[in-house]
């Protein structure tokens, strides 16, 4: 009785079969007055849906005397397997990986000139770079200038200081500048402390 009373306990709510409900029936005519097996075959038929799910319930509200512990019992949410929630999390994480798909089909790199002036770059580094920072707009009506942007990066009052500015500053033949930005990106990141360090001794040779 011990073994197949620990055996129908130990069943996950995903696991519960008709053969298990059959076998509690079978040791409750074998025990009619053992209370946990009235609790365990009106949770089972609740699972499985049985056709004799009133009359467990009915038996065991007879046989428990605690009836919230009883109700707590058989209304507690069923487990779900671990395969379905696998499965579950699976799909999910398909739907998250559309999503990013449909986003890089979705962008197109601002246009760009065969020969770009020193505007055009500026407004390109800004549009991917920083797509939070507004476009450079013409003549005054921008609240900062493009040498203000340039001047306002290095001085850290924009947040986003990359090597793609750096570049910029050396197809402009600002050295000086670029090595300054090299420099804040070995403590900003200080993984590839090593590779920025390099490339400010490549600018120095130049």
């Not at 609790?39 to 919230?68: E, G, P, T």
């Not at 949410?77 to 379905?84: D, F, T």
């Amino acid at each position: 009785m011990d073994k197949r009373l620990n055996e129908i306990i130990a069943l996950e709510d995903w696991q519960v079969e008709l053969l298990n409900l059959l076998n509690v029936e079978r040791l409750i005519t074998k025990f009619p007055y053992c209370s946990i097996l009235y609790m365990y075959a009106a949770r089972f038929s609740s699972l499985l849906n049985n056709q004799n799910k009133d009359a467990h319930k009915a038996l065991s509200a007879v046989y428990i005397s605690d009836r919230i512990k009883l109700k707590e019992f058989l209304e507690r949410p069923a487990s779900e397997s671990p395969y379905k929630l696998k499965q579950q999390k699976r799909a999910s994480n398909i739907v998250t990986n559309r999503d990013i798909l449909d986003e890089i089909n979705q962008y197109t790199e601002p246009d760009l000139s065969d020969n770009p002036t020193k505007e055009e770059l500026i407004e390109r580094f800004l549009k991917i770079e920083n797509p939070k920072v507004s476009t450079v707009e013409h003549e005054g009506a921008s609240l900062f200038t493009i040498d203000k942007i340039i001047k306002n990066s290095a001085s850290k009052e924009f947040k986003n200081v990359t090597e793609t500015m750096a570049k910029i500053y050396l197809q402009q033949g600002n050295k000086s500048m670029a090595v300054k930005i090299y420099e804040q990106l070995m403590i900003d990141n200080p993984k590839k402390s090593v590779y920025f360090a390099n490339r400010i001794k490549e600018i120095n040779r130049e």
